[in-house]
């Protein structure tokens, strides 16, 4: 570092234009899940002991380590603008195929939770407990999936060469909806696993 | 014009020349506004047909219904508990996202937005045209849960759990319309996120914030308030899907208790989160438009603009904090009921402000009453009455005893319905030579408002009364109890002012669509009216409104200026007009 300075030309007005969009739509989103952060809360409010008695309380380790997976291809993805923006275009789109990589490996893990979970405790077993776990989880699997699918597109244009200093409108925008999805998860693994 | 020699920005395509890309898939706002509003209209139709069975129903409890008792044979032409059921709740749901939804904010808020702020499109055109097709996604998850087995929903349009869950409503067609409600909340994301970055980004040079038409005030709030509280509706109706769908228990008690079970009142508090803004969400454009279209048809500039444009800031504000109101039965903490009583009993403060700076624009002014104009002052007196019955059941020591009872439901239709019903077509007339070029018949759109404005007042007024001697809403034949028998005069009353109502809607049908399909050409400015879309784009406006995009030079009202009068002969003065010279002082004027 500080050899290189970092190549930031002034964005087009469309860019700055289109970035809003993706503020609006990720606030818009994140009213999504603070509503449902609400509903957990208001449930674990309700109930005298978290988890109810008698049910066993949920696993962290992997929810803790698929925080790390989402955490690492979140800084993967990082790299890939990182390099853009340094003028090395060409050298970004390994990183982009690590974090979606990543992101697939975050997918299945949940699976493996579902299911492990699933054999003791299905999604109506446990009342706001279990639904809560499920619920939330699902949900939020869901907008993973959608964000692989926005890191494939980015994938392909970055094989295909697309991207410049200059242009990168669509890494950076997937960029910020995949870092939500991250943070998301990170809220989750706090309020849902460990307190 | 030679399209060739256009400037435009990179977002506006080029116009398209095949149906499919010009009338069905177009990125275009103006025809997009158009998709919405036919569309808004079919379902605005299938919304008062509900409505009028079940005003037949308090009329005439059990007896067969006429004509539409087609659609009930299974019955014997008669509505039974459960169809009585549906009915209600698909008018509602239809008339709140099918209805005014995409007429007030699809149709007005596509169509005047890009135009009223000098830009040549949507700031994401292809978003836009999305969200039209997102919208009909859930039109036709609506319709299809008409023809499923144990019928469309049926748990009211609040959707309260545990009624709405699989307990109190089984079958497929709540489902359906549950995720029809997620789906169209997706589509109004959509068109929120377009609406506020176009007014953000893509204003004219000169159009100013506080220089902006009210009409586009209004509706960036409305989108900001959709953005930030539909998705909580739609974080309600996925816990909703899931509990259906799925087997969790977000909102069922009971048994599961033991084990720590869910919470209907969860429910409530999703809902009202997202449903007390939406009842700004769906008044916010109206009062916007009355407060462009009332200054317009008094020849006077609006009244204390910046008081208008910081009321309904501070609506939009409050809105989010008084939710609550609606749930004062559910056993709430004495301390925050009061609080929310107090956040609701202050809107009326900015509500006021409103409310007198209209009739002070009026007051004293040349006031002249085509069509538009009468509907904007109907709006402005069912709004006043709708407002004022508001304070009943905003204060806690009156909305025990009013609570669920008819009054709500007069209360609530007097300002989401009359109100957003009046202030649509006031806007609907006011545009209409723009939107299609061609001007409707006045004597029908006169005709078509007394008879809406007079017997809209007597139905949701008839309400108010029963509620008021007691009667609970949603009742299937509320003379099944011996203390509301007496009421029955009156419900039949009311029931007619609202088949005299549907009666007056004839003339506009007929009105509409003779006159956009073979009304007399309209001028450019019909109404010599002072906004840009007016002065400066054709009727109907070309395909990227503008070129070149005019420089904003005043605020949206300059009207009845004697200086404007001395340098130009008329009475006003377009927000892009240069004056000719000597003009320096009204032209140098801010808002």
């Not at chain 2, 435009?8 to 395509?13: F, G, L, M």
């Not at chain 2, 902006?212 to 989108?223: H, K, Y």
């Not at chain 2, 974080?235 to 209907?264: E, N, Y």
């Amino acid at each position: 570092m500080g050899d290189v300075v970092r190549y930031r030309p002034p964005r087009p007005r469309e860019e700055t234009t289109a970035a809003m969009g993706m503020v609006l739509f990720l606030g818009s989103w994140a009213m999504l899940f603070a509503a449902l952060f609400l509903a957990y809360g208001f449930a674990r409010m309700r109930l005298t002991s978290w988890p109810p008695a008698g049910v066993a309380a949920l696993p962290w380790k992997l929810p803790l380590g698929n925080t790390l997976v989402l955490g690492l291809s979140s800084w993967s993805y990082q790299r890939a603008v990182r390099e853009v923006q340094m003028a090395r275009a060409a050298r970004a789109w390994p990183w982009v195929a690590v974090a979606m990589a990543l992101g697939i490996t975050f997918v299945g893990l949940q699976v493996v939770l579902w299911r492990s979970v699933g054999r003791s405790m299905e999604p109506g077993a446990a009342g706001a407990y279990s639904s809560v776990f499920y619920g939330l989880t699902w949900l939020h699997a869901a907008h993973a999936a959608v964000g692989i699918l926005g890191l494939g597109y980015v994938l392909a244009r970055a094989v295909a060469g697309a991207y410049s200093g200059a242009r990168h409108l669509s890494l950076r925008l997937w960029g910020m909806y995949w870092h939500f999805v991250g943070a998301v998860w990170a809220l989750m693994f706090v309020t849902i696993f460990v307190l | 014009m030679d399209t060739s020699t256009v400037a435009r920005s990179p977002h506006v395509h080029d116009e398209p020349t095949s149906f499919m890309r010009k009338w069905l898939f177009s990125t275009d706002h103006k025809v997009i506004a158009k998709q919405f509003l036919w569309t808004g209209l079919v379902f605005l139709a299938l919304g008062g047909t509900l409505a009028m069975m079940i005003r037949w129903q308090w009329a005439f409890p059990g007896e067969k219904v006429p004509v539409l008792g087609m659609f009930l044979e299974r019955a014997g032409g008669m509505i039974t508990p459960a169809t009585y059921q549906s009915i209600f709740t698909m008018h509602g749901l239809i008339m709140i996202f099918w209805a005014i939804t995409p007429i007030l904010i699809g149709c007005f808020g596509n169509y005047t937005i890009p135009l009223q702020i000098g830009a040549q499109d949507m700031a994401f055109p292809v978003l836009n045209m999305m969200s039209f097709w997102t919208f009909i996604i859930s039109a036709l998850l609506i319709v299809a849960s008409f023809f499923v087995q144990l019928g469309t929903a049926a748990a009211g349009w609040t959707t309260y759990a545990p009624l709405s869950t699989n307990v109190g409503t089984p079958g497929l067609g709540q489902t359906l319309v549950v995720a029809a409600i997620f789906v169209t909340g997706v589509a109004t994301i959509m068109g929120g996120i377009n609406y506020v970055t176009t007014v953000i980004r893509l204003r004219a040079p000169g159009m100013t914030w506080m220089r902006m038409p009210l009409s586009v005030w209004g509706l960036w709030l409305t989108a900001i308030l959709n953005v930030l509280f539909v998705p909580v509706l739609g974080s309600a109706g996925l816990l909703l899907l899931l509990d259906r769908a799925f087997g969790t228990q977000f909102f069922i008690a009971g048994a599961a208790g033991v084990k720590g079970g869910g919470d209907p009142i969860l429910f409530q508090h999703l809902f009202w989160i997202f449903g007390h803004p939406e009842v700004y969400i769906l008044i916010l454009p109206a009062w916007g438009m009355i407060s462009d279209i009332i200054p317009m048809f008094s020849r006077k500039p609006a009244y204390w603009y910046a008081g208008t444009v910081w009321a309904m800031v501070a609506v939009t504000v409050l809105s989010a904090v008084v939710y609550g109101h609606h749930m004062f039965l559910t056993g709430m903490n004495p301390l925050l009921g009061k609080g929310f009583m107090t956040f609701t009993l202050i809107i009326s403060v900015p509500a006021e402000v409103l409310f007198l700076n209209w009739l002070h624009t009026m007051w004293k002014g040349s006031n002249r009453f085509p069509t538009p104009m009468l509907f904007a002052v109907g709006t402005v007196f069912v709004f006043g009455l709708g407002g004022l019955t508001g304070l009943y059941l905003g204060t806690i020591a009156t909305d025990i005893y009013l609570h669920d009872t008819m009054w709500v439901v007069g209360h609530f239709h007097l300002t989401m319905a009359a109100a957003a019903f009046l202030g649509s077509f006031a806007g609907l007339y006011y545009w209409f030579p723009k939107m299609f070029g061609r001007q409707y018949n006045e004597t029908l759109g006169k005709v078509h408002f007394w008879g809406s404005v007079t017997f809209i007042t007597l139905v949701f007024v008839g309400q108010l009364i029963v509620g008021f001697s007691g009667q609970q809403r949603r009742l299937y034949d509320p003379y099944q109890y011996t203390y509301l028998q007496h009421l029955l005069t009156a419900n039949r009353l009311t029931s007619y002012a609202a088949f005299l109502l549907a009666l007056f809607q004839v003339p506009f049908v007929v009105n509409f669509l003779r006159s956009v399909f073979a009304g007399a050409p309209a001028a450019q400015n019909p109404w010599e009216a002072t906004t840009i879309e007016w002065t400066h784009a054709a009727s109907p406006p070309p395909h990227y409104n503008y070129n070149p995009i005019p420089t904003i030079v005043r605020g949206p009202h300059e009207l009845a200026n004697p200086e404007v009068k001395k340098l130009t002969g008329r009475d006003w003065a377009g927000q892009a007009e240069e004056l000719p010279a000597g003009a320096v002082p009204a032209a140098a004027k801010g808002a």
